[in-house]
């Protein structure tokens, strides 16, 4: 899983979100500031009307990807008896 996380987070916030709250994903917010040539993105993941992760970077994707690794280790905080037998009955390469 922990691979997957850094490699393809975005997925693996929707697996865990699929899994822990019955289908229900992720939405996220982009908000871009600065120069054009220097813009910073800001985004925010939301489930279910609460924010559960913030990330920032250089393009869309960064900030998404950094968003979802936040809302992740979030979930893991407040479930980690779920997230951890997912973990454990679960093809690491799907995470």
Known sequence: MESSIRDHPRNALNTICQRLFSGHLPQ???????????????????????MIGLGE????????????????????????????RMQAHHNPRAW
């Open 28 to 50: 996220y917010a982009l908000t871009v500031s600065g120069a054009q040539h220097q813009s910073i993105w800001t985004c925010a993941a939301w489930l279910d009307g609460e």
């Open 57 to 84: 970077g250089r393009s869309k994707k960064v900030a998404q990807d950094e968003a979802a690794r936040e809302a992740i280790i979030s979930l893991q905080i407040q479930f980690p008896y779920e997230i951890g």
